[in-house]
C-alpha cells in the first residue's frame, strides 16, 4: 500500500512512468481508502495551489517588501552611465483577425476633457492632495455615463480615469469610483479625480450618490470639505464661489475651513455659504431646480456574434511609470536622458510624456509615463509593449558620493465592454489571476523572475466588475521583468 | 436569468473552481490538460446556466458536466499517454468529494502551514508561490531536483495527514 501512495505522489508531480501509471491503476480500482487518498492529495494540492499565498503568508512568514525606494551607491568609476530599465513585452498569440475597430478612445471628448496628471511627482500639482494621493492606484474611476449631448463622438465605456482634472463642458458625465461613489457632474463643471473615493470641485455642479454599497466619498472644495457618511447630497459652486450643498439622503458633515466649523447635514438640509463663511442651513421640502438630474446613457463597445472565433470589443490600456535618478555633491554636468521604444501596438498609441527636474540641492530626478490605448479584438488586443530606458548621463566629473535610485511599474487595463459575465467576487478569494487561452483562469499571481542576476519581485493583482474593468497592477521591488506575456480570452454568451 | 440570478450563479462558479479543478485532475489523471478541460467546462456551465436550479447544490451539477467534459477530451486525444480505464474513470467520477472539500479545507490547510517548520514552510510557500516547475525551483536553490521532490513530497505528506486530522476534529 505504501507503494501505491508513492505513485499517486508521482502522478500529481507528473513523474510516474507508464509501468507505474498501471500499477497505480491497479491500486486504485481494488481499494476504495486509496481512491480516498487519492483524491484528498489532489484536493491539497489544489488548495495549496489556490490559496491566497499573499495573504495568508503575512502571518505565515515575513512579509514582503512591496515599493520603497532602491538606493544604491555609486563610485565615479562607475564610467559616466547608470541605467535603470523597464522593460515589459506582452506577447499574444499570432492571431491578427482584421475587425472593424471603433474610433480609439482619446480625449478630449465632445462634452468632456479630461487631463490627467502628467507625473507622479511633476510640479503641476492642482491640489495640495494630489501628491500625497499620487502614489496610490493608477486607476481611481472609470465614467460610466455621458448624456445631454447631441451626436458626440461615441466613447466605450468604461473610460478609465487617473487622478487628475475632469472638465465637463457640455451636458453631464456620471462618474463610478473604484470604491463605490458614483458621481454626476453637470455642465459646466471643473472637477479633480484625486483617489478612488475622493474628489475636489472646483467650479460647478455635481450630485453624489453610491452603487450600492455605501460610498462614503470626500468631496475638497476650496473652503472645506464635505465628508459623506452614508448618503446622497449634490453641490453647487459658481463662480463667485458661493457654494450650495444638499443632501437628499442620509447624513453629510460639511468641515468649513474659513470659520473652523462643522455642519452636520441632514436630509432636506440646504446649506449656502460664501468663500468667507457660512451664511444660512434651512430645511426645504423639496430638491432644488440646480441639483445635477439626466437619465443614464451608456454607449458600449457592441459584441460581435456569429460563426467562428467570438469577437469581442475591448478596450486596452497599457501604462507605465518609472523614475530614476542621481543625487551627488554636485549636479552641474547631470544630463537626464530617456529612450523609449514602448508602446508600439496595433491600436493608437499616446505618445510617451515625461518630465525632468535638475536642482543643485535636490536629487536630480526624471519620471517617464507612458500610456498606450487601444481597441482591438480580444484575440489580440495589443502588440507589442517595448522596452524604456532611463539613462543618466554624466557629461562632467561629479563628486562622490553619487547615490543612483530608480523604480517602475506598469499596469495593463483591459476592459472587456458590454461583457458582464463575471463579477468583482470572482477574485476576492482569487485576488491574483493569470489568462489562458480561452478563458479568464484562477491563478497564482506572484511572480519571480531573474533579471540581470537579480531576483525581482512583480506582483499581479486584478480587479473586475461591471464597472470596474479589468486592472493589472504589476508592482515591483526592483525592476520589471522583461517580459510577461498575456493571452486574453472569454467564455462565450 | 435575471442579474440576481447571474451574480448567485457568478459566485458558485468562483468558489467551485478549486472543486471543480481537483475533480477534473482526479479523473484526467492529474493530465496537464486539466487546466484546460476546466476552461471547457466553465464555458459549458455558463452557457447552461439557466439549466441549474439554485436550490439544487451547484458543485453536483457542475462535476456531472465536468465528467462529460473530460470524457470529450478523452475521447478527441486518445494519444494521451496517462488515461484512467473505463471501468475505473467511472468508479473515480462517482466518489465526488467530500463537502468540507473547498473552504473548510483551505482554512485546515493555513493552520497546517503554520505548523510546519518554518524552513519548510517556506520551501512550500515558494514553490506554490512561484509559477516555477520543480525543477526550475530546484535550480534556484541550488539543490538537485530530486533531493526537492522528496522533500516536498515529506512536507505535502505532512500537510495532507494534518487537514485530514483537522478536519475530522472539527466535524466532530
Not at chain 1, 482634472?165 to 469610483?177: A, H, R, S
Amino acid at each position: 500500500m505504501k507503494e501505491s501512495y508513492e505513485l499517486i505522489w508521482k502522478l500529481i508531480d507528473r513523474s510516474i512512468t507508464g509501468e507505474e501509471f498501471e500499477q497505480l491503476q491497479e491500486a486504485l480500482s481494488e481499494s476504495a481508502e486509496l481512491r480516498r487518498f487519492y483524491q484528498e492529495s489532489l484536493e491539497t494540492e489544489e488548495s495549496l495551489r489556490g490559496i491566497d499565498l499573499n495573504l495568508a503568508g503575512d502571518s505565515l512568514m515575513e512579509k514582503r517588501r512591496w515599493g520603497g525606494w532602491k538606493v544604491a551607491k555609486w563610485g565615479i568609476g562607475v564610467g559616466g552611465a547608470l541605467a535603470a530599465c523597464l522593460a515589459v513585452i506582452f506577447s499574444l498569440p499570432d492571431e491578427s483577425t482584421e475587425i472593424d475597430r471603433p474610433s480609439l478612445v482619446k480625449d478630449p471628448q465632445r462634452n468632456f476633457q479630461f487631463t490627467p496628471w502628467d507625473s507622479g511627482r511633476d510640479e503641476k500639482e492642482t491640489s495640495a492632495l494630489a501628491a500625497e494621493i499620487r502614489e496610490r492606484a493608477l486607476w481611481a474611476a472609470s465614467i460610466t455615463a455621458v448624456g445631454g449631448v447631441g451626436d458626440g463622438s461615441k466613447i466605450a465605456l468604461p473610460y478609465a480615469l487617473t487622478g487628475g482634472i475632469l472638465k465637463v463642458t457640455e451636458g453631464w458625465v456620471e462618474v463610478t469610483f473604484e470604491e463605490s461613489a458614483v458621481v454626476r457632474l453637470e455642465a459646466p463643471t471643473t472637477f479633480e479625480i484625486i483617489s478612488a473615493s475622493s474628489g475636489y470641485l472646483y467650479r460647478g455642479n455635481v450630485l453624489v450618490s453610491d452603487d450600492g454599497d455605501g460610498a462614503l466619498f470626500d468631496l475638497f472644495y476650496d473652503q472645506g470639505r464635505v465628508v459623506d457618511i452614508g448618503t446622497s447630497y449634490a453641490m453647487q459652486i459658481d463662480e463667485d464661489e458661493g457654494y450650495r450643498i444638499f443632501v437628499m439622503e442620509g447624513t453629510v458633515d460639511n468641515y468649513n475651513g474659513a470659520i473652523l466649523g462643522l455642519d452636520r447635514l441632514k436630509e432636506g438640509d440646504l446649506l449656502a455659504g460664501k468663500n468667507a463663511g457660512r451664511v444660512s442651513i434651512e430645511r426645504i421640502a423639496e430638491t432644488p431646480s440646480w441639483v445635477a438630474k439626466g437619465g443614464a446613457r451608456r454607449e458600449l463597445p457592441g459584441v460581435e456574434t456569429g460563426d467562428g472565433p467570438l469577437k469581442i470589443q475591448t478596450t486596452t490600456w497599457l501604462r507605465g511609470r518609472a523614475g530614476g535618478g542621481v543625487a551627488s555633491g554636485s549636479l552641474a554636468g547631470v544630463r537626464l536622458r530617456v529612450t523609449s521604444d514602448a508602446c508600439h501596438n496595433s491600436g493608437e498609441v499616446h505618445p510617451m510624456r515625461w518630465t525632468q527636474h535638475l536642482n543643485e540641492f535636490q536629487p536630480a530626478e526624471v519620471w517617464y509615463h507612458a500610456e498606450c490605448a487601444a481597441i482591438g479584438a480580444v484575440a489580440n488586443p495589443f502588440g507589442h509593449l517595448g522596452a524604456t530606458s532611463v539613462v543618466v548621463d554624466f557629461q562632467d566629473e561629479v563628486e562622490n558620493p553619487i547615490l543612483f535610485f530608480g523604480w517602475g511599474e506598469a499596469s495593463l487595463k483591459v476592459d472587456l465592454g458590454a461583457l458582464k459575465i463575471l463579477d468583482h467576487s470572482f477574485f476576492r478569494s482569487h485576488p491574483s489571476i493569470q489568462f489562458k487561452d480561452k478563458m479568464i483562469d484562477f491563478g497564482r499571481g506572484s511572480h519571480r523572475q531573474n533579471i540581470e542576476g537579480q531576483v525581482a519581485s512583480v506582483k499581479i493583482t486584478g480587479k473586475f466588475g461591471p464597472t470596474r474593468p479589468l486592472v493589472f497592477d504589476l508592482v515591483s521591488s526592483n525592476s520589471l521583468p522583461s517580459s510577461l506575456s498575456f493571452s486574453l480570452g472569454l467564455v462565450e454568451q | 436569468m435575471d442579474k440576481d440570478l447571474d451574480s448567485a450563479f457568478v459566485n458558485e462558479i468562483a468558489q467551485s473552481q478549486p472543486m471543480m479543478r481537483a475533480y477534473l485532475a482526479k479523473i484526467l489523471a492529474n493530465s496537464s490538460s486539466t487546466d484546460d478541460v476546466l476552461q471547457e467546462s466553465n464555458k459549458v456551465v455558463w452557457v447552461k446556466r439557466a439549466d441549474w436550479d439554485p436550490e439544487t447544490p451547484f458543485l453536483k451539477w457542475a462535476y456531472r458536466i465536468c465528467y462529460f467534459q473530460a470524457k470529450a477530451f478523452m475521447r478527441d486525444v486518445g494519444r494521451e499517454r496517462l488515461v484512467f480505464r473505463e471501468e475505473l474513470l467511472e468508479i473515480l467520477a462517482e466518489e465526488h468529494p467530500r463537502d468540507d472539500a473547498g473552504g473548510p479545507r483551505e482554512q485546515a490547510l493555513i493552520g497546517c502551514l503554520q505548523k510546519l517548520r518554518q524552513k519548510d514552510r517556506k520551501l512550500v510557500l515558494c514553490h506554490y508561490d512561484s509559477k516555477e516547475s520543480l525543477g526550475e525551483t530546484a535550480v534556484d536553490l541550488g539543490v538537485p531536483a530530486n533531493t526537492l521532490s522528496q522533500r516536498l513530497r515529506r512536507i505535502r505528506i505532512q500537510l495532507h495527514d494534518c487537514i485530514q486530522r483537522t478536519l475530522t476534529a472539527n466535524s466532530l
